[in-house]
C-alpha cells in the first residue's frame, strides 16, 4: 500500500483527459498526451513522453527519458531511455528522438545501442548479460541507470523485445 500521496513532478505537461491515478509518482517534465493514463501506484520518471491513450498498468514503472507510443496498453515496467508501444507494449528500441533532442552525439548513441543490443539480443542468459553490460559499460550513467532500474525489479515484469 502507499502513503496515500499522489507525487507530480514540476514543468510537465498533462493534456486533456489525461489521468493520474492515486499513490502515483510522476517526475518533472513529464507530457501526458490526451487521455494517456496512470494506473495507481505507477512510477514515472522524469522526461517521459506517454502517448495519447496510452495506459500504465497499477504498480507499472516508466523509466527516466523512455517514450510510451499512442494507444499503448503498458503491462510491463519500461526501461529508462526505452522506446515502448503497441498493445501490449514491447520494448522496440532506445528513444532516439529524445537522446539527440538532449544533445546526444552520434558516438554516444552508437554505445547506447550496442550496450542494448548486448543485454537484449545477446546470447546466452539474461542475468549473466546484465551483468556483462554493467562491467562492459560502467562508463556510461544512462546504462548503469538502466541496469539499476532493472535490479530493483519493481512489481511487474519487463517489458522486452518481442512480437
Known sequence: QGAGVTRIGSHSLFMTGA???????????????????????????????LGGLAAVHQNGRVGQ???????AAVTRDVIPYGSA????????????IGLKRKGYGKDQVRRLLAAFRDLFEGAGVFADRLDAVETGYADLPEIMEI?????????????????
Not at 20 to 47: E, F, Q, W
Open 19 to 49: 489521468h493520474v491515478g492515486h499513490d502515483a509518482v510522476v517526475g518533472d517534465h513529464v507530457v501526458m498526451a490526451n487521455n494517456a493514463t496512470l494506473g495507481g501506484h505507477a512510477h514515472i520518471g522524469s522526461k517521459v513522453f
Open 65 to 71: 527519458g523512455a517514450i510510451v507510443g499512442g494507444l
Open 85 to 96: 508501444w503497441g498493445n501490449h507494449a514491447r520494448l522496440h528500441g532506445l528513444n532516439l
Open 147 to 163: 541496469v539499476a532500474f532493472i535490479r530493483d525489479g519493481g512489481k511487474r515484469p519487463l517489458c522486452l523485445p518481442g512480437e
